[in-house]
C-alpha cells in the first residue's frame, strides 16, 4: 500500500522578518511528524514578487524538501497558492499562511481525521485580528452559510487538510485574499464530508498584515454571493 503523504503549500509576500522562523518552524515538525507517522511531505512555498529581501531568506534555509516557485509580478496569495497546488505531488494538500499565525502543530489533531473524500476543516478557537478584522470575517461566514452551506463551521479559515483531487477536479478562480473561502466552496461542490476541528490561531511575529480591509472585504463579499449563485446553478444541474 503507498506511503500517506502530503503537500505543504503557501504563499509569501515582503515576509522577510519571519520567513526563517517560519520555515525551520515548519520543517522541524515535519520532519519529526513524518517520522513519526511514516509519511511523506513536501514544502511548497510561492514567493509574490516580494519587494525585500524576503526569497533570499527563505532559499538561505536550503529545505531540501521545499521547493521555491517565484512570480515575476506580484499576483496576490490567491493566485500564487493555486500555483503551489498545482505544483502539489501528494495526495493531501495543507494550506499555510506564510505568517505563521496557524501553528503548524495543528496538525497533530487535523490528520487521525483525513480521507480520500473528507476535508478536515479548521476553526478557530479565536481569531487573532483586530475588530474590523474579525466583524468582517464573521459577516462573509455568515453569508457562505447562508448561501451555501453551514458545514464548514469556519469558512474563512485557511487551515484545512484538503484531498488533492478536489482541486483537480474543480478550477481556482479566486485571488487575493479570497482563497480560504473558495477552498472551503471546492470541497462543497466535490461533495466531500466534513470534520470540523478546532484549531489555535496566534498573533502575527513580525511584518504587516497585507490584507487591505475595504478592498479585500468588498471583494470578499461579492466573490461570496457569485460561488453562491454558482453554487445554486451546479446543484440544480442548469450549468
Known sequence: MARESISVVSAM????????NTLSNWANFLDEFAKQKQIDYEIILVDDASTDNSLEVAQEQKLNKMT?????TN??????LSFAISAAK???????DSDNQFPISNLNSVWPLRGDNTVVAGRRRSK???????????????????LISNKISDSNCAFKLIPRWAFT??????NRMLYSGEHSYICLRNNLAVENVAVSHVSRRGGLSKTKLLRDGVGRLIFTVFLGLEFYL???KLI
Open 13 to 20: 509576500f515582503n515576509e522577510a522578518e519571519s520567513i526563517a
Open 68 to 72: 521555491i516557485i517565484q512570480n515575476g
Open 75 to 80: 499576483l496576490g496569495a490567491g493566485k500564487s
Open 90 to 96: 501528494y495526495k493531501y494538500i495543507l494550506v499555510l
Open 128 to 146: 487573532q485580528a483586530g475588530l474590523s478584522a474579525k466583524l468582517g470575517s464573521k459577516f462573509s461566514n455568515t453569508l457562505f452559510h447562508l
Open 169 to 174: 477536479n474543480t478550477p481556482i478562480r479566486g
Open 234 to 236: 451546479v446543484k440544480r
